[in-house]
């Protein structure tokens, strides 16, 4: 990981975590549980702080920092390595129209990177962004509130149900955050 992109402790960070290739895989609810799965168990058991969330089709955003004495980069890492073999795994076992052509692209990106062994599910780094004012802070939850309303899947940002756009609209979202004052 680059210098730019480095993770510090005790910072806040927005994060992406993209889909290898830009595939389209969190189209199906049976994936985007395993992420909502994943992330509350980080959450729960991995010191993982969640202040927003967007999951999109190919990729996911994050305002998140690691508790005292956590890692954020460690919590990432075993996320990504989970979310990508239940994934797989799922794909391989559940019915699946795209099976073939998804698990072949998973696997050829495997192919180009020597410490994966059979598929590669999501894109090396996170792009971490540590947010150090309240603009930016502002901004980035902004953007991720919007993406949903932007890709014209809802009118407004708390009728995604994979968002943490209910929680601060009041509501009861899907995982726990801590809200941005």
Not at 28 to 55: M, N, S, T
Not at 161 to 176: Q, V
């Amino acid at each position: 990981m680059g210098l730019k992109n480095r993770i510090v402790p005790g910072g806040l960070y927005f994060l992406t975590m993209t889909v290898v290739d830009w595939v389209d895989i969190f189209t199906r609810p049976v994936y985007k549980h395993i992420i909502v799965d994943a992330l509350k168990f980080c959450q729960e058991k991995k010191g993982l702080e969640l202040y927003a969330w967007v999951l999109m089709s190919n990729h996911l955003h994050l305002i998140a920092a690691a508790a005292e004495g956590k890692s954020l980069s460690d919590i990432l890492r075993d996320f990504k390595g989970f979310t990508s073999r239940k994934i797989v795994a799922t794909i391989q076992e559940e019915p699946e129209s795209r099976k073939q052509w998804l698990l072949h692209r998973f696997e050829f990106s495997a192919k180009l990177n020597p410490k994966v062994r059979h598929y590669k599910l999501w894109q090396d780094g996170n792009e971490a962004k540590e947010l150090i004012s309240n603009n930016f802070i502002e901004q980035k939850l902004n953007y991720i509130h919007q993406n949903p309303v932007r890709a014209e899947w809802v009118d407004e940002p708390e009728h995604y149900r994979y968002s943490s756009a209910r929680n601060y609209a009041g509501e009861t979202g899907l995982l726990k955050v801590e809200l941005i004052n």
